[in-house]
């Protein structure tokens, strides 16, 4: 079963533009991360927060959790074309220990227009 | 550094027949892991390995589904035989030791098509 859920599920921006996704998720997390996939380079790590964190930044990325809402939001600022690709938020399972599993989202389709 | 390498890049098979996909991780990494994405999907974990043994198969379709990692190093995931719905993108990741604070890194994927 996944356990996130990436809302929107496509997303059409113009280029500078702000885009913004969002995840909710079911069940208590150790930390929760955000990849991007597309055609060229496959599934990339973008980031990763930690339970205990609310706010993460890297270059034009912010991500924020909010574990009392189970939810988490990417914001990618001054969007380019090249950010055009899927969005998919990852949850492991909190008490995880050895066995540490990344369940994933369906993704947000983000097209950046030129 | 080298990434993780995967081939085929693209299979097509009739139903009822086998295929096997190879997988090379980062050097040094002892967790790797087989995904399987179904179009419109995220990955869904099949199997994860720590060095050679199994660590999490619990989504395995094992009556059909087969994996092993030779050596600690590099790993086959096989199907046999293929049905229509194993249709999908098949993805090997590796980590350095599979730590939940640790990166995956993913490989370009075997496009599977079975007619």
């Known amino acids: 079963s996944q356990q996130g859920e990436e809302d929107p599920q496509a997303l059409s921006i113009q280029e500078g533009e702000n885009a913004t996704m969002n995840c909710s998720y079911k069940?208590?997390?150790?930390?929760l991360q955000w990849y991007r996939q597309n055609s060229g380079r496959g599934l990339v790590h973008l980031i990763l927060?930690?339970?205990?964190?609310r706010e993460k930044h890297s270059g034009r990325l912010r991500v924020t959790l909010d574990t009392s809402k189970k939810s988490s939001s990417l914001l990618i600022t001054a969007s380019r074309a090249a950010d055009t690709a899927s969005y998919f938020c990852?949850?492991?399972?909190?008490?995880?220990?050895?066995?540490?599993?990344?369940?994933f989202g369906k993704g947000t389709l983000l097209t950046v227009n030129p | 550094e080298a990434g993780v390498a995967q081939s085929p890049r693209y299979k097509i098979i009739e139903k009822r027949q086998s295929v096997a996909f190879w997988c090379n991780p980062i050097?040094?990494?002892?967790?790797l892991y087989w995904y399987q994405q179904i179009l419109g999907q995220g990955p869904k974990l099949l199997i994860q390995?720590?060095?050679?043994?199994?660590?999490?198969d619990s989504q395995l379709p094992k009556d059909r589904f087969s994996a092993e990692r030779l050596k600690g190093v590099d790993s086959t995931l096989k199907i046999q035989p293929a049905k229509l719905e194993d249709s999908a993108v098949y993805l090997c990741?590796?980590?350095?030791?599979?730590?939940?604070?640790?990166?995956?890194?993913f490989g370009p994927g075997t496009r599977l098509t079975v007619l």
């Open positions: 927060i930690r339970s205990n964190e």
């Open positions: 069940t208590s997390i150790n930390n």
């Open positions: 050097s040094g990494h002892a967790t």
């Open positions: 990852a949850t492991d399972a909190a008490g995880g220990g050895s066995n540490y599993k990344l369940t």
């Open positions: 990741a590796s980590s350095y030791s599979g730590r939940y604070t640790d990166t995956q890194y």
């Open positions: 390995f720590q060095n050679n043994g199994v660590v999490d």
